[in-house]
Nanobody
Framework: QVQIVESGGGLVQPGGSLRLSCATS????????MAWYRQASGKQREILAA???????IYKDSVKGRFTISRDDAKNTVYLQMNRLKSEDTAVYYC????????????????????WGQGTQVTVSS
């Protein structure tokens, strides 16, 4: 039974910071590539960042330099540190997993990811 549970979302002011956590179980975590997606109201879902088991990372251009993805294999947990938040960052944030040891272009398709969490709401507003 695979479980992926996001936490850490909430209301934050523009320019503020938030750290999301993604706790997993039922996965061989060290063998999983993990990523964060988000979906804003009325918009399509988009990948923000991905991290492989060897800590290779890739970021969407609009969040690069503001967001940092990381993983703690001892805790089977992935994180997304979000800094200098903007109103356009408001969305439901999802943690996703795929049993693969490397990142390739297929990460841009939501159908690629085998497991999805339920999401956590992030609202950036003054």
């Amino acid at each position: 039974q695979v479980q992926i549970v996001e936490s850490g979302g909430g209301l934050v002011q523009p320019g503020g910071s938030l750290r999301l956590s993604c706790a997993t179980s039922g996965l061989i975590f060290s063998g999983e590539t993990m990523a964060w997606y988000r979906q804003a109201s009325g918009k399509q879902r988009e990948i923000l960042a991905a991290i492989s088991g060897d800590n290779s990372t890739i970021y969407k251009d609009s969040v690069k330099g503001r967001f940092t993805i990381s993983r703690d294999d001892a805790k089977n947990t992935v994180y997304l540190q979000m800094n200098r938040l903007k109103s356009e960052d408001t969305a439901v944030y999802y943690c996703v997993a795929k049993q693969t040891s490397y990142i390739n272009s297929d990460i841009y398709s939501y159908q690629y990811w085998a497991h999805w969490g339920q999401g956590t709401q992030v609202t950036v507003s003054s």
